[in-house]
């Protein structure tokens, strides 16, 4: 099993960044998928970006691509989330997980969860 914790989050104005982190221990990362997941009150969880641990290739949901960089660190055990150019509806609880490989948008490919971080984005 995979421990995951995020931190990062945040208020910040439309326009601005943040950065979020997942710090992963318990097992070894080379076959593993981390990915990033959002959720808004009132709304279904939703794919944001995911890497693969060993090789670096990464996908992103259709609403943050071109603002969001998703990025890994070996030494560190630490996945990044770079979010630009926020907007009022990326305010939402931002899930790290770890994963498979089957299917990197879907939730259900990823076995383990981070608490979540609050990121509001203020208009």
């Known amino acids: 099993q995979v421990q995951l914790v995020e931190s990062g989050g945040g208020l910040v104005q439309a326009g601005g960044s943040l950065r979020l982190s997942c710090a992963a221990s318990?097992?070894?990362?080379?076959?593993?998928?981390m990915g990033w997941f959002r959720q808004a009150p009132g709304k279904e969880r939703e794919f944001v970006a995911a890497i693969t641990w060993s090789a670096g290739n990464t996908d992103y949901g259709d609403s943050v691509k071109g603002r969001f960089t998703i990025s890994r660190d070996f030494a560190k055990n630490t996945q990044y989330l770079q979010m630009n150019s926020l907007k009022p509806e990326d305010t939402a609880v931002y899930y790290c997980a770890a994963g498979g490989r089957l299917n990197l948008r879907a939730s259900w490919n990823y076995g383990s969860w981070g608490q979540g971080t609050q990121v509001t984005v203020s208009s």
């Open positions: 318990g097992r070894t990362f080379s076959s593993y998928t």
